[in-house]
């Protein structure tokens, strides 16, 4: 009998049941607060002609850099052949597929007017990198999709690694896409790098595999299913590399702009001067995100706690909405540097820091697109075997990596 076995969730438990009610009511949220902005405009929200990207895209860049790092776990193993990790490989796809739907959600319901999305579908420009991501995304659902159905289909397994290649390659292109967004924008001095490109591929291995940690802890308590020392061993050390990888781009990057005379001005703004922005980044972003979770996940005195991997991942989680916030907002608050060297002032308020607050209605899509992702995942959990019967450590072991 193959020890990679797999069984659907009954899903007929009132907790299972309670879990779907308050996804869905959150998903409602999501869609009413959708309508709302539709109805009144982007006036009821904090977002203006300076800050134009605001609380939504914070979330939906999340999970879609999130989906790209949830695949990683497939990856181990059909790409680099680990096969203790092959039991989660189902689970690891069909999360960043929900992820992503859930990101391109609130993105596409943030627009105003989604419809008009078919434009950039049909009318291709070749010099968009905006463009360019339209394809990734929708690419990578596709690839996902296919590897997803490789692997569960026993006839065609001998096609899943090849498959599950492809699904790498393109999610370090969408990861390297979504990065580029910012990288590409010179006009903005916050974005303005090449590092954005690497920084977001890190965050996308931190991210995913936080957000996979929580789900695989939580789906195995929820239906009895034996998660053992060994797996959870070797999922905590990956996170932890990855937080750190994620800590060590970062500070290249400021201290990349700090060397540069032209970025002085808005690393004072970031680091020392930019009120609720400095604060993100130096208490959530850095101690919460980055410093909090290597000690839980390192430190010899946390080392069988499953406690403490939780709040390793769900500190990741929060770290990384504070970094988004400080890159995408911040990065739009400080004044474009329209006349280098000059004193710039307008009615328009040019030269000076714009001001944002997150309106209700856009915290509640955000929230409704992380519900609807949640919500894919529980119901693929139940209608799909893609949870493995046991993780105990005699399954985890049989793979000699020490990680």
């Known amino acids: 009998m193959s020890r990679e076995i797999f069984k659907r969730v009954e899903g007929r438990s009132p907790a299972f049941l309670l879990l779907i009610g308050g996804l869905g009511l959150l998903v409602l949220l999501g869609m009413g607060s959708a309508w709302t902005m539709e109805h009144h405009g982007h006036v009821i929200t904090g977002m203006n002609n300076r800050i134009v990207w605001g609380m939504p895209h914070v979330f939906a860049v999340f ?11 497939a990856s181990i193993s059909s790409v680099f052949g680990r096969t203790a990790y092959k039991p989660l490989s189902r689970l ?4 960043a597929i929900a992820l992503l739907v859930g990101g391109l ?7 105003g007017r ?3 999305l078919i434009v950039a579908m049909t009318t291709y420009n070749f010099r968009s990198i905006f463009a360019w991501n339209i394809y990734l995304y929708v690419g990578f659902i596709a690839i996902a999709g296919v590897y997803l159905w490789l692997m569960m289909e026993r006839s065609l397994n001998k096609y899943s690694k090849p498959a599950g290649l492809v699904a790498f390659i393109w999610r370090l292109a969408l990861t390297t896409g979504t990065g580029s967004i910012f990288g590409f924008l010179v006009a903005r001095q916050a974005y303005d790098a090449a590092i954005m490109a690497p920084l977001f591929i890190a965050m996308s291995f931190a991210f995913g595999l936080a957000i996979f940690i929580l789900v695989i802890m939580f789906s195995s308590q929820g239906t009895g299913r034996v998660l053992g020392e060994a797996m959870m061993r070797r999922l905590k050390n990956l996170l932890g590399v990855f937080v750190a990888a994620v800590l060590y781009f970062t500070v290249v990057q400021h201290l990349t702009n700090l060397y540069a005379a032209e970025h002085h001005a808005v690393e004072r703004f970031i680091l020392a001067e930019g009120g609720i922005y400095t604060k993100l980044f130096w208490v959530g972003q850095i101690a919460i995100g980055g410093a909090l979770p290597l000690v839980l996940l390192f430190t010899p005195m946390f080392a069988d706690s499953r406690k403490a991997i939780a709040l390793a991942a769900l500190s990741v989680i929060v770290g990384g909405m504070a970094q988004l916030y400080v890159l995408i907002i911040g ?15 307008s009615s328009f308020a040019d030269g000076s820091i714009a001001a944002y607050n997150p309106g209700l209605p856009e915290i509640g899509l955000g929230i409704g697109g992380v519900a609807l992702a949640l919500v894919i ?8 075997a893609l949870l493995p019967r046991t993780l105990a450590d005699t399954l985890a072991d049989a793979d000699t990596d020490p990680t």
């Open 63 to 73: 999970l879609i850099v999130a989906a790209s790092g949830a695949l990683n776990v």
């Open 331 to 345: 990065g739009q608050a400080f004044p474009l540097v329209l006349f280098p060297g000059k004193i710039v002032s």
């Open 114 to 116: 989604p419809d008009r």
């Open 377 to 384: 995942v529980a119901m693929s959990v139940k209608i799909l």
């Open 92 to 95: 690891s796809v069909m999360l």
């Open 105 to 111: 959600s609130v993105l596409v319901l943030d627009l």
